[in-house]
Structures are given as C-alpha cells and as structure tokens.
C-alpha cells in the first residue's frame, strides 16, 4: 500500500487518566451498599470491606458468604450475600497473616464500573469502613491524588 506506513510499535490510544483522591466515596452495586467512604490504600495489595456476622452457606452447591457491613457509624446495618470467590492468607494492618474470604464485586466509581476482589474483615476499630488496594486499581488507568480527597464526588 502506497503512502501509508505501518509500525509494529503502533499501540491502543490509553483511556483518559482518571485522578481519584486518597480518600472517595464509592458505590458496590452488587451489594446494595452506595456512597461508601472509602480509603484508597495504594501499599494495600488487597481491597477490605468491614464485615460482621460473617457466615458461610451453601447455595445450590455453590459456596456463599453473608454478612453485615455498615457504610458509617450513623448509617443502619445492612445485611449482603454473594458467593465465595477464595480464601486467602493477608496480612491483617498488624502484619499479622490471617485467612480471609475474598469475594468479588462490582465498584463504581463516577461513571466507571469493574469488578475487584475484596476481602471480609471486621474493620470496627478503623476510621473507614473500606480499603481500596492497588490491583483494585490496577490497569484502569488511574492515580491517586495524596494531598486531595473526595475528587470524584459531585
């Protein structure tokens, strides 16, 4: 083809770079649970949501979880269940090992939306009731904003 050059190092243009604060409020529609404030904890591997109550079930064969969480100190308790996804040895923030159920859930964070891994553990003595950990945002093109919170809020 005359006229047109083609390069092998030709690559995908990137989506635009999204810049989050170090601390957003959140939706996991899977779990009914909306406007979570949430910590965006890049040396975190793994993303945590604060979870009482925890108990295992069977569901047609299928290993599920249910659970309570609460979005704040002032909000109501508020009953989710999915299924099991792993569990996993993680370092409590002690850096203690201990075994976790993982499940995975949708995040929606402004008009973007993909599914994470998150473990279940009862974070009632820590200031927010959710950790975002870095492969939560891994390959979203996203940067965290350390000096800044609530960027993504309306």
């Known amino acids: 083809m005359a006229g047109v050059t083609m390069s092998k190092a030709t ?11 170090w601390m957003e409020h ?3 529609p899977d779990l009914d649970v909306r406007q979570l404030k949430a910590k965006i904890d890049t040396g975190a591997r793994t993303s945590a949501l604060h979870a009482t109550h925890i108990e295992v079930f069977d569901n047609d064969g299928i290993e599920w979880v249910r659970f309570q969480t609460q979005i704040s100190d002032d909000a109501p308790t508020h009953w989710a269940e ?4 792993d569990r996993r040895e993680i370092k409590n ?6 075994v976790r159920i ?11 939306s993909w599914l994470i891994s998150v473990s279940l ?3 009632s003595n820590m200031t927010f009731p ?6 939560a945002l891994k390959k979203h093109n996203i940067a965290v904003h350390t000096r800044r919170a609530n960027l993504t809020s309306s």
Request: with cysteine; aromatic share 2%; charged share 30%.
């Open 11 to 21: 690559k995908k243009p990137k989506p635009d770079l999204l810049v989050i604060g």
């Open 82 to 85: 999915c299924p099991v996804y």
């Open 121 to 123: 553990a009862d974070r």
């Open 26 to 28: 959140l939706d996991l």
């Open 130 to 135: 959710m950790i975002i950990g870095r492969t």
């Open 93 to 98: 923030t002690s850096g203690v090992p201990e």
């Open 102 to 112: 993982v499940i995975r859930t949708r995040l929606k964070l402004t008009n973007k």
